[in-house]
């Protein structure tokens, strides 16, 4: 899984473990990474119908079943690096900034 902080990100989770559990893709902006071996995380923010949804997801758990990278560097645009391991500034913000759409 090669990504940063402040890359757009697209994730099939599982709601449980039972055999016909409906995956959801949770899309996002990577606003922070926890790194801690088998309890690994990522922080995802995303704005759904004009609500913003922020979750903290396990990558190392079952339920995680692919990360999948849409844009690199999605918070600038592609204009220069994002040089902070966390991306909280972004709570204060238009909530158009983290809107990840396609």
Known sequence: MDFSVGD?????????????????????????????GLGS???VR????????ERQIPLHSPLCLSLKVIEKN?????????????????RDRPDNEVRVTG
Not at 47 to 53: D, M, P, R
């Open 8 to 36: 757009a990100v697209e994730i099939e989770y599982k709601e449980s473990m039972e055999k016909g559990a409906r995956v959801d893709k949770i899309r996002g902006v990577v606003l922070g990474k926890v790194n801690k």
């Open 41 to 43: 995380s990522i922080h």
């Open 46 to 53: 995303d704005v759904v119908l004009e609500t913003v949804i």
């Open 74 to 90: 999605f918070v600038k645009k592609g204009r220069r690096k994002i040089k902070r391991a966390k991306l909280y500034y972004l």
